[in-house]
């Protein structure tokens, strides 16, 4: 009797172990991401809003990055973790907005990769973002997005009041680090 006793105590103080984490704050520092379902007319009002050198709002002082990829692309899954790490440097001062178009691809594969490699944002910066490109004829959006582009991927894209740089194949850190610098 008095083991089944203990063993019933035990077995409550793991569940309170496990239902209460040390640091309960800990989990809400984070956010789940959310994959946002798009038309090519959502990304291309997004690029005239940073991208266009008539807005003369400073307050608008953004760098938005645009970054195709798919969860079938092995250079675009390779880069993925820089822009990330970028991404989560830059949050301090708000200046850089990532948005991650996952393009020929399908919500519960870019959703289920997500959750698979972990990307977690905090929750108190809202400068990385993941969409979904629902169009499915590539030859309908590649031309509105980049003219120059022939719709390979990985493809970024970087926009700041007018100016524009656009690379195309698999960055990394440095070299993406770098081109950010840039604006």
């Known amino acids: 009797m008095k083991n089944s006793f203990q063993g019933i105590i ?8 496990c239902a209460f984490p040390k640091n ?9 991401l959310v994959v946002k379902t798009v038309k090519l007319k959502t990304i291309l009002a997004e ?3 940073n991208g266009n050198k008539e807005n003369k709002d400073t307050k608008n002082d953004t760098t938005l990055i645009f970054n195709f990829w798919a969860t079938w692309c092995v250079p675009c899954v390779k ?13 301090e001062n708000n200046t ?18 997500l959750e698979k490699k972990k990307f977690n944002v905090p929750s108190k910066y809202a400068n990385i973002e993941f969409w979904l490109l629902d169009e499915h004829d590539a030859n309908l959006w590649v031309t509105p997005i980049d003219d120059k582009w022939d719709g ?23 070299a993406l680090k770098k081109l950010l610098l840039e604006f």
């Open 10 to 17: 035990l077995f409550f103080i793991l569940i309170t172990f």
């Open 79 to 91: 880069e993925l973790p820089d822009f990330i790490k970028l991404a989560n440097e830059a949050i």
């Open 24 to 32: 309960a704050n800990a989990q809400n520092e984070y956010k789940k």
């Open 152 to 174: 390979a991927i990985p493809f970024t894209m970087t926009l700041k009041k007018g100016q524009r740089k656009t690379h195309l194949g698999e960055i990394h850190y440095e």
């Open 47 to 49: 690029m005239q809003k």
């Open 96 to 113: 850089r907005k990532f948005i991650f178009v996952a393009v020929e691809d399908d919500l519960k594969k870019v959703e289920f990769f």
